[in-house]
């Protein structure tokens, strides 16, 4: 089983990419939005303390941040393998998911990050905020957002890139073509699926 990494910049994809690498390798997608929403949900102790956080319209700090990935990694599905999504997003969560998959005698296997023109990724997501009637959306916004994410994402790049853990993907054109782009990559790293294509 393959313990997985995706990053990449709002509109790449990357949402679409990780659910199909989630069948192909047999693998649990786990994405911090979703974490939360369910323990949000189910009202955890944890998710109360998340409920509160965002309420207030704070940042979830790391510690509960990494409570709530080390919580769902120690789900019977997660055991032998997961797709990470969102997570880490900072240095310190870096180093704490190395502390937690040391312990266990584990390691990522890949970084695999969606690469994609920013303009080109606006243009797309510009034309999906007008087909969806969300006029908040506007080109500025959706720069900002391009510009927040690569600056956070810089570091985290560097390190796994050091590390040599990093495959860059292009993540635009058909979505059948990133997704084999993206196995093939995997596949000369000897990361195979395990469901056969």
């Known amino acids: ?77 997660a055991r032998d393998g997961f797709l990470l999504d969102g997570y880490p997003r900072t240095l310190d969560q870096v180093a704490y998911l190395d502390q937690l998959l040391a312990s266990k005698g584990q390691g990522l296997d890949a970084v695999i990050q ?10 797309r997501l510009r034309k999906r905020s007008i087909e969806q009637g969300r006029v908040d959306d506007s080109e500025q916004a959706i720069r900002h957002r391009q510009d927040v994410y690569a600056r956070e994402t810089m570091p985290l790049i560097a390190v796994y890139r050091d590390r040599d853990l ?7 054109g058909d979505i059948d073509d990133v997704s084999k782009r993206i196995i093939d990559s995997l596949a000369d790293r000897g990361i195979h699926p395990a469901v056969v294509q």
């Open 1 to 77: 089983m393959s313990r997985l990494l995706i990053v990449g910049p709002p509109g790449a994809g990357k949402g679409t990419q990780a659910a199909r690498l989630t069948q192909s390798y047999g693998i649990p997608a786990i994405a911090t939005g979703d974490i939360f929403r369910h323990n949000i949900a189910n009202e955890t102790p944890l998710g109360i303390e998340v409920k509160a956080i965002v309420d207030s319209g704070d940042y979830v700090p790391d510690s509960l941040t990494n409570a709530l990935v080390a919580s769902r990694l120690e789900e019977e599905d």
């Open 114 to 123: 969606l690469v994609a023109d920013t303009d080109a990724v606006v243009a």
């Open 166 to 172: 990093l495959i860059q993907v292009d993540g635009l």
